[in-house]
């Protein structure tokens, strides 16, 4: 594998950062998960527009146009040889003096990885997923706003240590407050009463780009979309629960916190969605 890092591919043990680098001794860089389908890649565009708000947010200043950034995913996935993969987009902030500062960074890094994608296993698509609520609460957006996708994942992290250490493969994480926020790396939707509702960003999520796609195939369907607070509670009672991510795209929650959900399988309103989810990713993207 060919790993694109600011202009160049190297092979991939030879692909290397400095041990200065603020994102290696602060978390200090943002980063992107793209999915590519038959050669499309998926909201290409609005991902890179997200990367470009997540560094705005850090005060990271970036040297490439949107369309240098665009190519250079194009042209890691064509030097790699891929028709349907995961591209994981990396900014760090570059190599500088120890100390916090981000100041004395001058040369920021972007690095392109084009790889194969790991999926649940296909038995968690068909049977949907049990999920548990752990202590871990979603960063305040007061201290680092879920919106920014930044290299400093630890909540996500530690959030994920815990669900796992219990026998889970993924977690429900609350906000400040208590109410839902998202999982460890995806957003989560509930079906009720046929409407499809999911809590706002504001309550402490990053924006999916997943999650703005299955709301509008949702509208595309005439399906109501109610975004509105929830609590773990709306999430036992609901008639259905699904998670959307790049890497997850759709995947029914079938349990949380030993609760089953609606019938305790893939609802039918999360099996149209995700129908109409699969057919839509080959169709539309930006040709590599
Ligand atoms: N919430 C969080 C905290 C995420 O990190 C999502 C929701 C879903 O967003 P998208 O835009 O994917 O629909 C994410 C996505 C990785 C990786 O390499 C992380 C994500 C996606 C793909 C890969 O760890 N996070």
Not at 19 to 37: C, P, T
Not at 107 to 129: F, H, K, W
Not at 139 to 163: D, R, T
Not at 180 to 196: P, T
């Amino acid at each position: 594998m060919k790993v694109y890092i600011n202009g160049k591919f190297y092979d991939e043990n030879e692909a290397c950062v400095s041990v200065f680098d603020h994102g290696l001794l602060y978390g200090d860089g943002i980063f992107e998960g793209i999915r590519l389908y038959k050669g499309n890649v998926f909201k290409l565009e609005s991902h890179i527009d997200r990367l470009f708000r997540s560094a705005h947010a850090i005060l990271l200043e970036l040297p490439w146009s949107k369309q240098e950034v665009i190519d250079a995913v194009c042209e890691s996935c064509r030097e790699n040889g891929l028709s349907d993969g995961y591209i994981r987009l990396v900014v760090t902030r570059g190599k500088g003096k120890l100390g916090l500062s981000p100041f004395s960074c001058h040369d920021p890094r972007l690095i392109i990885i084009a790889d194969q994608v790991q999926l649940y296993a296909q038995e968690l698509y068909d049977n949907g997923l049990k999920v548990i609520t752990v202590p871990t609460r979603r960063n305040s957006p007061a201290a680092l706003p879920p919106m920014v996708k930044s290299l400093n994942y630890l909540n996500n992290i530690m959030a994920k240590i815990e669900a796992q250490k219990l026998g889970y493969q993924e977690c429900l994480l609350l906000n400040q407050e208590g109410y839902v926020a998202e999982c460890s790396g995806d957003n989560v939707f509930i079906v009720s009463g046929g409407k499809l509702i999911t809590p706002p960003v504001s309550q402490g999520s990053l924006g999916g780009m997943t999650r703005e796609a299955v709301m509008d195939l949702a509208r595309e369907l005439g399906i109501e979309v109610i975004e509105k607070q929830l609590t773990r509670y709306d999430i036992w009672v609901a008639d259905e629960c699904f998670l959307t991510g790049t890497a997850a795209k759709i995947i029914s929650l079938v349990e949380l916190d030993f609760r089953s959900i609606g019938t305790g399988k893939p609802g039918p309103v999360t099996k149209r969605l995700l129908e109409a989810f699969n057919e839509m990713t080959t169709k539309v993207g930006v040709k590599i």
